[in-house]
């Protein structure tokens, strides 16, 4: 089962979890804007401005603390919600994984090899998206700040990030390709073994190391041309 049949299946509880690192991260954005507009609020009061009333400072307070408890709050309740989706996940796709065996005959060394798969997938709903999600926002978040600052300086870090986003995107077309290849190979890890074959073993490994190599490559590839563009741009 790839990833993507993974989301399918689960796009439920995938739509929560993601809804609340969402909400989680615009709330953490907006936060440091409103609590300047609190601070504002009270100078103005010791300042002696007659224009900021009582009523003006509470309800400035009042919108701070419920954007603080919404970053707090929907940041609590994920990391609770993550281990019970992802135990629920882990479950059923072990579950589905026996049937599959049952049904299709597989040994019982490759259903070992895709139950171990079957959690990597879900390591990578639980850890790794939330920090793509992340990610996505903040620098979404800096940019419209820059924005609001000097438009000019947003336009120059929107310059930067659509090449870097294109080149991401080669370096992650070829990597997947690799790591579907490693994970096909894990599945007959077992088998391998089981030939008692000190040549066919090393061979095996071997080319698995080169697999990893060539990820390693590519990953390389990509620094060098972010590091490369940056310097050219700046």
């Known amino acids: 089962?790839?990833?993507?049949?993974?989301?399918?299946?689960?796009?439920?509880?995938?739509?929560?979890?993601?809804?609340?690192?969402?909400?989680?991260?615009?709330?953490?954005?907006?936060?440091?804007s409103v609590f300047g507009a609190v601070i504002d609020a009270f100078i103005n009061t010791v300042s002696g401005n007659e224009s900021s009333s009582i009523q003006e400072?509470?309800?400035?307070?009042?919108?701070w603390i419920s954007i603080y408890a919404l970053n707090s709050g929907s940041g609590?309740?994920?990391?609770?919600?993550?281990?019970?989706?992802?135990?629920?996940?882990?479950?059923?796709?072990?579950?589905?994984?026996?049937?599959?065996?049952?049904c299709k005959g597989i040994l019982h060394q490759?259903?070992?090899?895709?139950?171990?798969?079957?959690?990597?997938?879900?390591?990578?709903?639980q850890h790794r998206l939330p920090e793509i999600i992340e990610q996505c926002l903040t620098i979404a978040g800096a940019v419209v700040a820059l924005y609001l600052f000097d438009w000019r300086i947003s336009v120059a870090c929107f310059a930067i990030v659509v090449p870097l986003t294109l080149v991401n995107r080669i370096y992650n077309k070829?990597?997947?390709?690799?790591?579907?290849?490693?994970?096909?190979?894990?599945?007959?890890?077992?088998?391998?073994?089981?030939?008692?074959?000190?040549?066919?073993?090393?061979?095996?490994?071997?080319?698995?190391?080169?697999?990893?190599?060539?990820?390693?490559?590519?990953?390389a590839v990509n620094f060098s041309a972010m590091d490369l563009y940056c310097w050219a741009y700046f």
């Open 76 to 102: 609590a309740v994920r990391r609770i919600l993550d281990q019970k989706f992802s135990g629920t996940c882990m479950c059923r796709l072990q579950l589905m994984c026996r049937i599959c065996q049952n």
């Open 110 to 125: 490759k259903f070992a090899a895709r139950a171990q798969l079957s959690k990597e997938c879900i390591d990578f709903l």
């Open 1 to 32: 089962m790839q990833i993507k049949d993974v989301i399918r299946r689960f796009k439920g509880g995938i739509f929560v979890t993601t809804l609340l690192v969402m909400v989680e991260n615009l709330a953490w954005i907006v936060e440091p």
């Open 57 to 63: 400072r509470l309800t400035a307070l009042a919108i």
């Open 174 to 219: 070829h990597v997947i390709r690799y790591q579907k290849e490693l994970h096909d190979r894990f599945e007959s890890l077992y088998d391998v073994f089981e030939t008692k074959d000190i040549e066919f073993i090393r061979s095996y490994f071997q080319s698995t190391a080169k697999a990893h190599q060539k990820i390693a490559n590519w990953g």
